[in-house]
């Protein structure tokens, strides 16, 4: 895991935290492309810590909070276990 990485997908948590969100929603905060964003939300949904569901042609995402996170300290992310 790159450190920059981490950091992205550390950014995206806080904001799912806030409330579930579409990509162009979330890649609105970032100075990246949109396909960036989709790769880093494709890698947190393969660790279980995010989730999407399909709403027309949007699809949302919103953060797993079941998760028993073993590497939350690295996003500072408080989960129950």
Same mark, same amino acid.
């Given at each position: 895991?790159?450190? *920059?990485?981490?950091?992205?997908?550390?950014?995206?948590?806080?904001?799912? @935290?806030?409330? =579930? $969100?579409?990509?162009?929603?979330? @890649?609105?905060?970032?100075?990246?492309?949109?396909?960036? *964003?989709?790769?880093?939300?494709?890698?947190?949904?393969?660790? /279980?810590?995010?989730?999407?569901?399909?709403? /027309?042609?949007?699809?949302?995402?919103?953060? $797993?909070?079941?998760? =028993?996170?073993?590497?939350?300290?690295?996003?500072? *992310? =408080?989960?129950?276990?």
């Amino acid at each position: 895991m790159s450190l *920059i990485g981490v950091q992205t997908r550390a950014k995206i948590i806080q904001q799912l @935290k806030e409330k =579930p $969100n579409k990509v162009s929603k979330i @890649k609105s905060k970032f100075s990246l492309t949109q396909p960036t *964003i989709s790769h880093h939300l494709k890698i947190l949904e393969k660790m /279980g810590m995010v989730f999407s569901k399909k709403k /027309g042609r949007e699809i949302y995402y919103f953060l $797993n909070k079941k998760y =028993p996170c073993k590497h939350c300290f690295l996003f500072k *992310i =408080p989960f129950k276990v």
